[in-house]
């Protein structure tokens, strides 16, 4: 009687467990990758927007921000450090070309094609002929820069920021200048975060230009939508350096549909798939806490067999 | 009390332990963006107000720039000057038929009402304290009845420990939104001394 109600008691306990960890995530979405879309029209036109709620008297644009190219070329102009990088690499640009790659390799028709040599256009200037959008350089045109501030605005508390310019009729990406913060510290390393003396972190060039190619490409944080992820384009960081299984598929949802279907970037179906769950639908965090609740009735079972 | 759940019962504290702080814990740092702790926000923002969205406009600053402005309206004033209105300048917005984002730009929608720790409004990219670190949802909690705070990704702040803002899932565990005041009023009062070099 007394082992029956104490077995009764662990497998409480497990479902009580399985129970807290649903309860935690009640209000919990769909986890996965999402893309970048701007509302239209209303007040918020232009800005990001995950559903129509965040476009009052507008809507969330049924499209995502993409190259319709399905490629797109970037201008490094980050240059040589004066300091030893910890990662052995010799130039700031090399990282950028090296992250740059991570991206292609995710074997989907989108390419980035990294160029060393070329001739900087100033991203900084009035909408024109030199302009595709204001402070943005000519169409296509993506240098990647060290700056002190954002043509002339102080960055404040940003370390680096993909500056998206695009057409707001189909969401075409027309260019995305990277611009990095020069007086923040910097190095490039693999592995933990390094804090210096001051308990400042130093940032690592090859983490946080990876996230912003994961910006230019058409990707958002999956952690501004209410979730739990590990990725490389959350905006919020572990001690990620390489691309996740999640950002990998936001890029994989962004461009391989619609580029092998020759519609040229995102539309139809493949909008949807950019907002959804890229695992199935399930919060994979039920699974966890459910777990040891399913274990634990089969080892009760099993130890009740023992001797 | 037998040994099977005595055994079950351990495997179940080990599990809440080894899975709950993955839940609860906080985000370790920002990656494009500086980390700012409590009193870093505190001491770093030049305004620190309470106060409702009632207009959202864009336009173009005086440089030119495509800007959206964020205009909050019934302030309560807990850290510098503020007018009976209190409007932001976020870089981004339209401009013709073409538009610019910066993805890790916080966007507002009318009616919400939030903590903002305010630094650099007009001359700077991004008005806010850390970017999204130093914006606060304030929600009403029905069952409660009364308002809580939680961190621009909606997740419920439970408390300081140190210098670090609690997160957790639990929205029952929220701070309200007097606590948060005198917290900051309380940081107001005892500084935490100078700002390091640089930071």
């Known amino acids: ?307 | 009390m037998s040994r099977v759940p005595r055994f079950l019962l351990l495997a179940t504290l080990a599990w809440t332990v080894l899975t709950l702080p993955g839940l609860v814990a906080p985000p370790a740092l920002a990656m494009v963006v500086m980390q700012r702790d409590f009193p870093e926000l505190v001491a770093r923002a030049e305004q620190v107000v309470v106060g409702t969205v009632t207009a959202i406009t864009q336009g173009q600053d005086e440089s030119g720039a495509p800007s959206t402005f964020v205009t909050f309206s019934d302030l309560t004033v807990l850290k510098g000057d503020a007018g009976a209105t209190l409007t932001l300048k976020f870089y981004g917005g339209v401009a013709g038929n073409v538009a610019v984002m910066i993805p890790d730009m916080p966007t507002f929608t009318l009616g919400e009402r939030d903590v903002v720790f305010v630094a650099g409004n007009g001359p700077t990219v991004c008005p806010l304290v850390g970017v999204w670190q130093g914006r606060f949802h304030v929600r009403h909690d029905e069952t409660r009845n009364t308002d809580v705070i939680e961190d621009s990704d909606h997740t419920p702040v439970t408390g300081l420990v140190g210098r670090k803002l609690q997160r957790a899932p639990l929205r029952a565990a929220a701070i309200t939104l007097d606590v948060f005041r005198q917290m900051i009023a309380d940081e107001l009062a005892q500084p935490s001394g100078p700002l390091m070099p640089g930071r």
């Open chain 1, 1 to 307: 009687m007394k082992r029956y109600g104490n077995g009764a008691l662990g497998v409480l306990a497990f479902v009580t467990v399985g129970l807290l960890g649903s309860l935690l995530l009640r209000d919990g979405v769909a986890y996965g990758f999402f893309c970048l879309k701007p509302c239209l029209g209303g007040s918020n036109t232009g800005a990001r927007c995950t559903d129509d709620s965040d476009c009052p008297g507008g809507q969330c644009a049924p499209y995502c921000l993409h190259w319709t190219q399905g490629s797109a070329t970037l201008d490094s102009f980050l240059g040589t450090p004066t300091m030893t990088l910890l990662n052995g690499t010799l130039t700031w640009d090399e990282n950028a070309y090296n992250v740059a790659q991570d991206w292609n390799a995710a074997g989907t028709p989108f390419h980035y094609t990294v160029d060393l040599e070329g001739t900087l256009n100033e991203p900084c200037g009035s909408p024109g002929a030199a302009h595709a959008c204001p402070n943005s350089g000519p169409v296509n045109d993506n240098p990647v820069v060290f700056r002190s501030s954002f043509c002339g605005l102080g960055f404040n508390d940003i370390v680096a920021q993909t500056n998206n310019c695009y057409d707001i009729g189909t969401g075409a990406m027309l260019n995305a200048p990277v611009f990095v913060n020069s007086t923040a510290p910097w190095n490039a390393y693999d592995g933990d975060i390094i804090f210096t003396a001051d308990g400042e972190a130093l940032n690592d060039i090859r983490r946080v230009v990876l996230h912003e190619f994961g910006h230019v490409l058409g990707l958002d944080h999956p952690d501004d939508h209410g979730q739990s992820v590990s990725a490389i384009m959350n905006k919020h960081e572990s001690d990620l350096d390489r691309l996740q299984s999640d950002d990998l598929g936001g890029i994989r949802s962004l461009y391989s549909q619609s580029s092998a279907s020759g519609s040229g970037g995102p539309a139809g179906s493949n909008i949807n798939s950019c907002q959804l769950d890229a695992h199935g639908g399930a919060p994979r965090g039920w699974i966890l806490w459910w777990l040891p609740a399913i274990a634990g009735v089969r080892v009760r079972r099993w130890c009740r067999k023992l001797p």
